[in-house]
Every structure is written in structure tokens, then in C-alpha cells.
């Protein structure tokens, strides 16, 4: 064996490379390799890690689902940009696809007008296409949006020629005009020569194709012969030109380069299955009963040090992975990774790119041990010491085991190019597997296949459609030089399928802000400012677009009814651990890091009933615990499956046949056997000493001042405080259902926010707070008192904290809230059960609250609520200006009230909350609808949790992440189209400071809209100024109740103005008409 | 005037007709390419369902009022040769009846589930299609009367659980984890297709009560011992496959690939004990095999321990509770062999319907794992009686290793089974192709299976 005299140096640096083939190979004849080149290796590694990082799933384990931008990373760039950049990266759809832009325009939901408008902003100054100004890029472009082309291959081509008779007939859906220019100029045309270069075609199908038209003499005679002669013409014309070849860069890795090559060899299909198990055994929080052994090493050592050994049998691609293991135990990730890439011979130049491709092939994981990574707080049980770098190895050994194998089989089939390489079963060991890898690699890449261009016949059939819907007859095809032909061509060619459907999505965004923004316009003339009288009840619930309808059913009820609406942790960020829960988890928009933990507390006199509860709870809980996982086990398992497991017939029949019974009695049965404890919030501290977690046990009055001052300040509920005024957080409940959490509170992270709320009106409550408010110049009326409440956004019901705690005087007033809310629910539940297709469209509001009810508690129940599908608009404004208006749940409401914010300071600090909350929100149910299984986690039926972390489809694939097919099934994807009550200075200057805000609008993630305070106009940000917006049309529909504008209709609803919620208006003004 | 065996007659063909004329009802309008609307299939096929269940408690109260007294059902016969006969014969006794009102009941409820859990799904009316064969199929084996109705049975089990493993027709996984399924059932029914051969070899008809009369539990050996052997041995080898026993267990927790309800129905309650109910009927023919019972205790046992073991490190759900299914499938092949009656039968029922449940809620982990905490005031211990912590460690990383690799199932299957297999194909595709060869053509050239 031949000694290297860098072989210690090496191995002091733990290299993989000299450490595995020492032994059987001689050392790689590499560029001298000293330790300052090793440590910029390993830097340039982690950065290339780091920078893969930013790429990955940002969502974290799904028991606590935050809705975020799933291409967060591509935020700094351009929208239109990016999203194609996303959907190369990831293999994705930019946008929906064309045939469902399609029936959007078919159906009316785009427009031909919307088509033109933004064709019309997106070409700038282009003139003529061809010479003789028949043609422009712009009808050109409009036809190819208007009518569907077919773009096709070859062969499709040729089956669509023999099977159909595209060629004798003129297409059904064009322009009469196009019809008769090509019917009027075909007559006049004579007869046609043959075809001189019929003989140069040596493709069978093209000269069929070209006989064929002419074969059937007779009937519709006049188009037949149009139609042909035009065909003929376009045959004539594609064969001036030769087509196009495009030479596409090669992909890095060996599996796409091997997949390109056979297709039978995917060698991610060989690694995923292994690769997955790894990494759910190392990540899992507490489903397997025997948890990874050595997993607190990190997953690269825990693997080696299992799998290592010689023991045991492999698969045929896996016999060498126990040996590449071997060699990198002990060592360093980093190491392992240069060592692998070195020997997979991948340069260092395309390094970056290969690691970021291989981290992203299993990105669900990947992410997921990134995110671990990152804040191990999160870990639902025990932080696991997970490490990007550590995975990438990882991965990166078992890639390599895999393409050496690959390499092998293709060696069969290589084997004339392989000469030197020993070929037969096993042959490839006498060449180091790194040249020989090395090799594969530079050969697979030249020889990968460069992008033919469509076919000669292809392209005659693409310009045959396009001169029919242009009107360009045979005579005008024969009349095109070969440069403005070239031009037609790519024209065609240049409008390519990202492009139309980026433009259907800017049509289809169009005509929803062109409705919104209309019916923003004519209702603001309605509005009339809060009047003087002193409203009967006050309820400020969350921004949340779901709160929209219930807001609105409320002040339905009446004139003396207002709700307001903020982010819906009601700015008390916090820790919260409720009585029954064991730790406690943050209530607040991520962004945030929380300072103070409130604790729930039974009251003292149920002290013991809450210890005898607990014990009780605790005992039956050991108990269903043990059931649970003895019903597993053998011995346990088997004696108490064999005698008692039919016991289960009795919930098995009864969730699945009476789900809304069974849960009412199992509700009863809680309830007896733990009858609820009266609780209270440990809000205020008493001293100043950090718990261990290093905040604060609860807040003190100058805290609470602060926070009650600022929500009441954001809202604009400064003046005019009614004698109760409700503050209702909302939550979510479900059964069977992983991505429950979803559906919570978005402002709380992903947590019910009852507890806020309830926090909240025990400070506005304080009479400390409110002398101090009083001092500063916010007084709130002495007989005014807070009550907290939740809504469930599932079950539609509101129940209230600390209802027995307000005085006396009030009760009268919580009785009729009560009722109010009771009402406002129904009537909630009423309407959201329109987009139920399971309830039937003339249910009666009793039914309707009745069926919600039972969705949230059933077992089968895959759509328990939509969550915020739907969601499209966010108004930022009073809300005096938008009550009446019925927005079908699609809107976020925050109330802001530009009259009372001097320095636009309040709109600054709602923007910096309500911003990335809502963007986020938006945007992934945007990504989840445009593709459902590349951002999406597509249908929940074969889901299947993994780890207690998240949800795998079937039993090894990829971490699903994203929203679930059923919550955006009805979801239009739509950019947020956020309208903000203020001038485009404030709003300028308000979003100055926000850098994450401004580069949403700046990149166009979200539509800005300013409404001006004083007039109610309305300008549209649009490349870095605000335009007027001129209304469509000045009316809206105008209808008694919302139920009589909604009934009988699922689909989505443009606003109409609600008589019932909206203010008498004084005699005076004028009524328009 | 009806005597009492018209009456179960006409119940026991109502039994299996239900389910059947679903399929029809569902599947012929499918096929003309207007399938029924949601609400009309799910219907259709749970009254199907419905029908057969009231049909069996009807038929258990006749037979209970007549102390279980067996009812052969004549329904036709397929052929006969001389005194060969292969009959269409149907048996309602104390364990086809009962079995049938439990599988068409768990149908029924899951039939109920579905309706909800697929709703506007595209694969709807293929899944309750899909059903309603299974349906079909689980009775048709249940009241068998013959070994030839039993195997037809069997294969509709077959192949509906095959396609609902591959109900996600785009996913590969899936497909994949059908077509494993698909090759382990189709090795091992040749097992019982064989026994069927040797059945009619050795009472000249496929009928059972020529076989171990008709009097279920008490049944006789009316053949030769040898002969039981031989059957038992092949019936076992069938019940394998189906049942996931070892070697034969790879395939289940890759078929959690299907409908959540699928799967509780096929893997966690019928599908699974099928091969425990073909040996439950013929026990008779155990009893006279004690080779064939030795080995039913052995695999069985070794079954319960591999998928005790390997279970401990699943993480997901579905695959930890497909390997807990195995373990009670294991349990129940030994107590087969043990020569019970009762204890298996009960065992299967109730083992099937807390499993169903089981997977049924299986979605609901997270949420019984937060109400279990809350109860607890922490975190539930991991398992005191965990298996390898009081190993060394360098045991424990073997150990570990056979469970995470699923007791190298993969691996030995590949080689004892599926290798020489392929081999085999090859050999003969190469034969054939030298032969082509020698015949003058230029035979083109094969591709290589890699």
C-alpha cells in the first residue's frame, strides 16, 4: 500500500477520506491538503448548510401550527419573482393551474376586461408584431389568454391529427370577425400548388397529415377548405425554420443525473425509507416505547453507533452502508460531509447547490430538525440535540452508498463506455469509488439530454391555432418573411404557460379588489360617524376574518350593538397555564417572546374539591394511559384485548353513529366526575423575583395600565364606553384531527386566546388601572366593567370568565350579552353552514347550530371548520365605516381610528402586530391552494402522525407541512388586499419603520390600499406610488339581513349592504340613491 | 309453509346478496360513467350492509331457538364430473352467523364513518365500491360451505384490500406497498389453492361436512390423518399471508397507505384475522394434525414476540398499531394451535373492534396526548418494562437495530423469496430469448430487470 505523507495530518482532522479507503484503496492523488484549506472547507460547508437552511419548511412540530409564508425565504424578492423561483426550487406551481384560471374566466369570475386591463399594464410601449401592423403583441397575447392553445409534442400532435379533425375544421370558439376574414379571404383563394417540400419530409405522419385534409371532399366544403389550405400553408411555413434547441444546465445530484438516465433507478427511493425511520426515531416525542438509544449524541452518531455493526443483514444497495458508517464514527459532520462530497466528486464550486438539493429532497425532515435545531423550546417533550449539519451527513453517506450501487447497475448497461472498468457482478471495486463516482458524475452531465424544442409538425399545429384566432389567413402565413416569422414564432413561443398564468392571477386578483374596493366606495357613503348616544354593548373580538360574520350578526341585533376588532391576544403577551394544563405555553403573536406567566388557580375556598378532582383525574388518566399502551404490548395486550377489548363496541358505536350524543354524554360524565372548580387568574405579581424561566409571575399595575391604555388606544374605544363591553378571544375545538391547532388563534400562536381576554378585562376592571388611566386623560365611566369571553369558531358558542365577579348592577346587563351573543351565535352558525356541503342550503338556524355542534365533536369530521380559507382582504379602519357591509368572512377587520393618531404612531404599532400575523395567515393558505401537495400537506385521509411532531402520508414519506387539502379546498388564492383608513403619507411614514411590512408591500406580497379618513377615497399602491382608484360601478346590492343576501347560495359572495346593521341616518343628510 | 331450513336458507342468501347487489347498484352506474351521488352510494352500499346484518341476527335468533343446529344452504353447483363435484354451498352454524353479524356490523360503522371522513374526495365511489366487494367477499368466505366458495371469498378480500392500499393511485409509496401486498397474498393463496386440489383429490368435492362433518365446534376428521396434515400445513401456510405472520408480516404496516377507515377495517379488524377464521373452520382437521398445530403455535408465538419487539420502536401511529394488530394476530394463531375454540373466536371479535377504534382515533393522538398529560400533571414515563434499557449498550444498538429494520423482514423475504424468484423469471426470459435465437429471429434485445 502506498503511504501518503499527509496521511496523519488527516487523520488528525478526522477526514473520513483516509480513514475509509486506506485499507483497500490508495489514497486520492488529490492537491496537497493542509489544515487552513480543510478549515475553509469546512467553512464554506457550513455556510453552503446555512444558506440550504433558509430554503426549508419553517413550521414546527404541529401540536402548536403558526401559519407563515412558506416561501419566507423568497420574501426579499419580487412576488412574481419569486414564486417561480419557489416553484423551480421545489418543484412547485407558481401560480393555479391554467385550466382552472380557465373556468374562473368561463364562469365570469374573471373577466375579459380584467384579461385586457392587465395585458395592458404588463406590455409597455411594444409596437407591431409584423410588418404589414396586422398584428400586435398585444392581440396576440389577448387571443393566446382568451382561447385555449394546445401546446403539444410531436406525437400528440400526430394522434390528435389522425384521431380528430382539427384540420378540417376551423376552431368553434372563434371571434366572428376572425371567422369571416378567413372564410371571406379562403373563397377568393384559388387553388394550391403541391407542397415542393413534401418530398425533403421524411416524417410519415406529416405527409399523411398533410394529404389527409384535402382526402374528404364535400360537406362543410368552404371551412374544410380554409382550414386546410391555412394547415398548409403553416406546414410551409415551420419548415423555413429549424426548431430550437436549448441546452439546460445539468442537475447536480447524482439521482437526478442517474434518473435521467434510467428511470428505474431512483436512488432517493432506496434512501428515503432508511433516511425517514432515522429521523422519526431520533425526533419522536414519545410514540415509541423504546426511544433511539444514543440519541442524545445527535443523529449522525446515534445512526453510526447503531448501524455500524457488522451484524445483521442489508438490502443489495445498502451492503455498504455499515462500512461508511464505520468510517464516519466519531467524526465530525463536517468532515463527513467534505469527505462524502470529495468522493460522490462533486466540485467545490457547485457545492452550495448540491447541498441545498440534498437537504431539500426530504425537506419536511430536514426542516423539521432545522427548526429543532433552532428553538428546542419548542420540542412538545424533550429537546432532542438535532443538528442540520448532522442530517446532511447523514444523508449525504447513505446518497453516496446508493449511487455507488446505482453506478454499478448502470455499469451493465455502460459497460462499452467503461472499458477500463472491471464490469461483471461486484466489478466496480477495484476502482476507487470516488474517480469512479467522480467519473459517473462528468459523464452523466455531459451527456445530459439537452431540451429539444417542439417538432416541426408540433409547431405547424401550434400556428395553425394562432392564425385562426388571429385571422390570419394561408395567404397572409405565405406572406411572412423568414424574420418576421422567427418573430411570430417566438412570440408564441415567449408567452409560455408561467407567463399566461401569471397574468389569469393578476386578472383574478384584479376583478376581486375592483369588487371589494367598489363596494368600499359606495358604503362609505352610508357610514355614518358613532353617534352620540351611549352604545347598549361593546364586544372586541379578534381581527380574525372568522369573527367578521359573528361582528356583523351582533350589531345585526341592533343600533346600540358595536364590536371592534385587534390582534387577538388583546396585548397581553403571555405564558399561560390553565388549571388543567401541566406547563405553560405562550399566548401571543410569534414574533413575540412573552416576559410574564399568569397562572390559572382554583378559588381559594375549592381548594380541596380542585386537589380530590385532580387526584381523581390523575387515576382515571394512569388508568386510560395504561389501557392504551397495554392494549399494544404482548402479555398485558393480549389478556385484556382477548376479554374486555369488545367493551370498545360502545364508543366505536357511538362516536361513529351518534357523534353529538355520544359527546354530550361523555361532556355530562366529565362533568360529574369533575365537576369545574371556580378559578382565578393569578394575574398581578407581588414581587419582583423571575420564576426560573426568567419571567415575571404575573404583571403589576404600572404593566397593566400600559397594556389597558394601548389596546384601548388602538382600537379607538377611548370615548363613548358602554356599560359592559365584552372582550372574546376565540379558540378552536376538534376531535381526530392533528392540524387542530390550525385553527386557533393566529395572534395567540396557534393557542385559544380566552385566557388574554379574560386577563385583559381583569385589568380594565382594576380600579388601581383605572385611576391611573384617569390621570393620564383616558377615563373610562365608573359603571363600565369588562367581561372576558372565548369563542369556539367551531362549535359557534361563547362562554364567559369571571361573570359572577362583576357587581351586582350588572348582572342584568350579563344576562342580556349573554343572550345577545347566544343570538349573534346561531345566527353565525347559520350562516357558516352555507359552505357546509354536508348541511343542506335550507337549514334552519336551530339545525344550524345543532350541526356545527356536531362537527366539532365527531370522529369522522375531516372539515370540523374551514379555518381561514376563504380570507382575501384586510381592513384596517373604524369600523363605523364598514359595519352594514357584508364581507362573507373574507375580511380582517382591526380597528384603528385615524382621527385619534396624530403621528400615525398607533398605525405603526397595529401594522407591526396585525402585519406579518395576517400576511402570514394569508399567504399559506395562498401557497397551500395554489399546490396542494408541493406547499400544501394535500388530503388528511391517509395522515398519519409521526413522532407527536407532525404528519407523514401513509406509513414513510416526507413530513407533510402546509395546510391540509380539505381547510383550503374553497380557498381562492388570493394576495391580501390590506386597506388601511389613513392617507398614503401616514401610511407611509407609519410603515417606515417596519422593514418586515414594507418589504411585503414593496415586493408586492400584499396590496396596499390607502382610504383616505376625510373623503373616503381610495388609492392602490402600485410600483412605489399610490394611484386613485376609480370605481366600477357606484352600487352595491342592498339587502334586509345577511341571511336574505347569503341563503340558499355556497359559492362566494360579493359584499352587499346590510340594512339591519346599518345606523338610521339622520333625517338630514342626503339619501342617495 | 316454510320449515325452518327455508327460512335460514333464504336469510343466508339474503347475507350475501345484500352486499353483492350493492356492488352491482354502485358499480354498474360507475361504470357507465354516472356514478351515484355521494349521499345515494354511501347509502346504497350501508343499507347493503344493514340488510346483512339484520339477515344474520335474524338467522342467529332461528339458530339459537334450534340449539345451533348447522343449515347447509344448497345455492348450485359449479361442475361435476362423475361423482366429482364442486358444489356452491353455504354453511350458517355458531361460527359462520355470529362472524357474519360482527363483520357486517364493523362494515356498517365504518361504512358511516366514511361517508363523512371521504366526503367530495375523488376516490369516494371506487372506495365504497371497494367496500362493498370486501363486504361481499368477507361473507362469501364466512358462511362458506366449501373449500371452493371459501377460496372465492378469499380472493375478493384479496383484491379489494389490495386496491385500497393503493387507493392514492398517484402516490408511489402506495402503489408500492400495494403490489407488496398483492405478492404476498397471491404466494401465499397458492397454499390454499392447493389445499382445495387435495381437498376434492380426497373427498371428491370441496364440501366441508365431507371433510369434518358439520357439527362446528365438534366437528370429526373423515379424512386420513395424513391428508389433514397435508391440508392443515396448507392452510396454514395461506393464513399466513393474509394474517401478516412471520415471515410473511412486511407487507401490513406499508398497507397503512390507504383511507384512514380502510385501514382500521382491513388491518386492524377482518382483513387480518381472515387466515385466523379459515383455520377456526377447519379446526377439525387441526385437531387430527398435531404437526400442523406445532407449527401454528410456533409461528404464532414467534409472530407475537417479533412484532412485540418491533413495535416498540415504531413512531408513527398506524405503523405502531399495525404492529400491534400483528401481535394479537400472532397470539390468536397459537391459541389456534393450542386447539381452542372459544378463546380465538372471542379474541378475534374483540381484539377487532378496539383496534378499529384504535385506528379509527388514530388521528387524535395529539389530543389524547394532551388530555392524558393534563390528567397526569406531566409527561407519562416512557415504558417502565421497556425493553433493552437494562441492556449493554453495545446490545442495546443491535437490538435497536432488528426492531428499527422490522426484524430484517425486508431483507430476508428479498433473499429467501423474492431473489431466486426473479432469478427464476430470468432464467426463463433468457431461455426463451436463446431460443427465439436459435429459431432464427433476432429476438430484441431484453431488458434487464434491475
Known sequence: MEQDPHRFLRRSRLSIATMTHHRDQPAPTQATLCRAAEADRAESIMVAIESAARFLPTQGPIGVFIAQNPLHAFECEPFEDAVVHAAQLYGAQPYLSETRYREELARGRIRAADLESVLDSDISGVGALLANGRLSLRDLRLALLLHPVRQEDDAAVRWTLTEQDVVERLRDDLSPE???????????????????????????????????????????????????????????????????????????????????????????????????????????????????????????????????????????????????????????????????????????????????????????????????????????????????????????????????????????????????????????????????????????????????????????????????????????????????????????????????????????????????????????????????????????????????????????????????????????????????????????????????????????????????????????GQFAGSVSTGSRTLLRGGLFTAFAGAVAAVPLVARVAFPRLSARLGRTAAELTRRRVPTRLALEREGEDFLPDGTHAGFDVDEMVVIVRRMLEDIGLTTRLSRLVAVIGHGSSSLNNPHESAYDCGACGGGPGGANARAFAMMANDHRVRGRLADEGLSIPDDTRFIGGILDTCADTVSWFDADRLPESHRRDVDELRRACDQACVADAHERCRRFESAPLDITPREASEHVEARSVDLAQVRPELGHATNATAIIGRRSRTRGLFLDRRAFLVSYDPTTDYDGGILTRTLAAVGPVASGISLAYFFSAIDRLGYGCDTKLPHNITGLIGVMDGHASDLRTGLPWQTVEIHEPLRLLVVIEATPETIINATAPLAGVRQLIENRWIHLVSWDPETGALSVYERGRFVPYVPELNDIPVVDRSVSWYAGRRDHLSPARVLAAVPKRPASSARHS | MMTNHDIVSLLVTCQLAAPAATVALVGVPALLGRPPSERATALIVGGGFAAGFIAGVLTLAVLATRGFVPEIVHLGSWFSVGHHEASIELVADALSVPYVCFSTGLCGLVNAFARKYLHREPGFTRFFLLLAVFGTGMNLMVLAGSIDVLFAGWELLGISSTLLIGFFLERGNAVRAAMRAFATYRVCDVGLLTAAVLVHRAVGSGDFNRLFGENWP??????????????????????????????????????????????????????????????????????????????????????????????????????????????????????????????????????????????????????????????????PGADRWALGRWLPERLQARFYRIALDRGFDQMVVGRLFVVPFLWLLECAADLERRWLALLGGSAGPGRRRS
Open chain 2, 218 to 379: 365438534n366437528g370429526t376428521c373423515l379424512v386420513p390423518a395424513a391428508t389433514a396434515t397435508m391440508v392443515s400445513l396448507l392452510l396454514v401456510f395461506a393464513a399466513m399471508g393474509k394474517s401478516a405472520q412471520v415471515p410473511f408480516s412486511g407487507w401490513l404496516p406499508q398497507a397503512m397507505e390507504g383511507p384512514t377507515p380502510s385501514s382500521a377495517i382491513f388491518y386492524g379488524a377482518l382483513s387480518i384475522h381472515a387466515g385466523a377464521y379459515v383455520l377456526l373452520r377447519c379446526e377439525a382437521l387441526l385437531e387430527q394434525a398435531p404437526l400442523a398445530r406445532l407449527l401454528l403455535i410456533a409461528i404464532g408465538l414467534g409472530t407475537a414476540l417479533h412484532a412485540n419487539v418491533v413495535g416498540r420502536v415504531q413512531t408513527d401511529l398506524k405503523s405502531m398499531l399495525a404492529y400491534a394488530s400483528m401481535t394479537q394476530s400472532g397470539l390468536i394463531f397459537a391459541e389456534i394451535g393450542f386447539g381452542w375454540r372459544i378463546i380465538p373466536l372471542v379474541h378475534v371479535i374483540s381484539h377487532a373492534i378496539l383496534r378499529s377504534l384504535q385506528i379509527l382515533r388514530s388521528p387524535s393522538a395529539l389530543h389524547d396526548r394532551h388530555e392524558l398529560e393534563a390528567a397526569l400533571g406531566g409527561h
Open chain 1, 178 to 620: 376572425a371567422r369571416w376574414q378567413l372564410l371571406s379571404d379562403g373563397s377568393e383563394d384559388g387553388i394550391e400548388n403541391q407542397d415542393p417540400r413534401l418530398s425533403d419530409s421524411d416524417d410519415e405522419a406529416t405527409r399523411r397529415a398533410l394529404f389527409f385534409p384535402g382526402s374528404e371532399a364535400g360537406q362543410a366544403g368552404e371551412e374544410q377548405r380554409t382550414s386546410s389550405e391555412l394547415w398548409h400553408a403553416c406546414v410551409e411555413a415551420v419548415s423555413l425554420t429549424r426548431p430550437s434547441i436549448t441546452h439546460s444546465r445539468p442537475p447536480v445530484r447524482h439521482r437526478d443525473l442517474i434518473l435521467a438516465v434510467d428511470p428505474a433507478i431512483d436512488t432517493d427511493n432506496l434512501v428515503h425509507p432508511l433516511l425517514i425511520r432515522f429521523c422519526a426515531a431520533f425526533v419522536d416525542q414519545g410514540v415509541a416505547a423504546w426511544p433511539m438509544p444514543g440519541r442524545e449524541r445527535g443523529l449522525l452518531e446515534a445512526v453510526t453507533r447503531i448501524y455500524s455493526g457488522r451484524f445483521g443483514p442489508t438490502e443489495p444497495w445498502s451492503a455498504g452502508l455499515p462500512a461508511a458508517l464505520r468510517a464516519a464514527r466519531g467524526c465530525h459532520a463536517v468532515d463527513v460531509i467534505a469527505a462524502e462530497l470529495d468522493r460522490l466528486g462533486v466540485p467545490e464550486a457547485d457545492w452550495n447547490e448540491y447541498l441545498t438539493r440534498t437537504s431539500l429532497a426530504l425537506r419536511g425532515w430536514a426542516g423539521m430538525i432545522r427548526h429543532l435545531e433552532e428553538r428546542p423550546d419548542r420540542a412538545p417533550v424533550e429537546p432532542v440535540p438535532a443538528r442540520l449539519v448532522d442530517f446532511v451527513a447523514l444523508r449525504l453517506v447513505c446518497d453516496r452508498v446508493a449511487v455507488d450501487w446505482a453506478s454499478r447497475q448502470l455499469g451493465f448497461k455502460n459497460n462499452k463506455k467503461h472499458e477500463n472498468n472491471s464490469h461483471g457482478t461486484g466489478g466496480g471495486s477495484a476502482v476507487p469509488p470516488g474517480s469512479h463516482l467522480q467519473r459517473l458524475w462528468t459523464e452523466l452531465r455531459d451527456r445530459y439530454p439537452p431540451r429539444r424544442g417542439p417538432g416541426s409538425l408540433a409547431r405547424a399545429f401550434l400556428l395553425h391555432q394562432v392564425s385562426q384566432l388571429l385571422g390570419l389567413t394561408a395567404r397572409d402565413i405565405r406572406g411572412l418573411d423568414e424574420n418576421e416569422l422567427l418573430r411570430l414564432e417566438h412570440a408564441i413561443s415567449a408567452f409560455d404557460g408561467f407567463t399566461r398564468r401569471r397574468l389569469f392571477h393578476l386578472a383574478y386578483e384584479r376583478r376581486h379588489q375592483i369588487q371589494t374596493l367598489d363596494a368600499l366606495a359606495s358604503h362609505v357613503r352610508f357610514a355614518t360617524p358613532a353617534s352620540a348616544t351611549r352604545p347598549l354593548f361593546q364586544a372586541v373580538l379578534c381581527m380574525d376574518e372568522r369573527c367578521e360574520s359573528f361582528r356583523r350578526h351582533f350589531e345585526e341585533l341592533g343600533q346600540g350593538f358595536e364590536t371592534f376588532g385587534t390582534a387577538g391576544f388583546f396585548g397581553v403577551p403571555m405564558y399561560y397555564r390553565g388549571i388543567d394544563d401541566w406547563h405553560a405555553s405562550p399566548l401571543c403573536p410569534i414574533v413575540m417572546r412573552p416576559r410574564h406567566t399568569v397562572v390559572e388557580l382554583p378559588e381559594d375556598g375549592a381548594q380541596s374539591r380542585h386537589e380530590f378532582h385532580r387526584n381523581l383525574r390523575r387515576r382515571v
